[in-house]
């Protein structure tokens, strides 16, 4: 069977991009559908965006306006473009496939968003 292998994750400011990408073993043309999902610690794994049939493409509420979901046929290779990242999208991002009915996942790369340079302060009464 085809595999997975995620890439582009790292450490980023609010408010900047990263583009994760997705190789695989095979070609991605026969994949019906392919995404990615991301987990938080302690949280559930969610959708993030995928792709049917190379078509139509459907993203998470938290995501929307902001990420986009694209593949390269030639390179076999699927993308997530994320704009505007903010803290609440550190997770670790998982590419995924359904390929001739099985569904393929790949390790996860590390997203990790962090708050920009400036002093905070912290006052209690």
């Known amino acids: 069977q085809v595999q997975l292998v995620e890439s582009g994750g790292g450490s980023i400011q609010t408010g900047g991009s990263l583009r994760l990408s997705c190789s695989t073993s095979?070609?991605?043309?026969?994949?019906?559908?392919m995404g990615w999902y991301r987990q938080a610690p302690g949280k559930e794994r969610e959708l993030v965006a995928n792709m049917i049939n190379g078509a139509n493409t459907n993203y998470g509420d938290s995501v929307k306006g902001r990420f986009t979901i694209s593949r390269d046929i030639a390179k076999n290779k699927v993308y997530l473009q994320m704009n505007n990242l903010q803290v609440e999208d550190t997770a670790v991002y998982y590419c995924?496939?359904?390929?001739?009915?099985?569904?393929?996942?790949?390790?996860?790369?590390?997203?990790?968003?962090?708050w920009g340079q400036g002093t905070q302060v912290t006052v209690s009464s």
């Open positions: 095979g070609t991605i043309y026969s994949a019906t559908t």
């Open positions: 995924n496939m359904l390929i001739r009915g099985h569904r393929i996942r790949g390790q996860g790369t590390q997203v990790t968003v962090t």
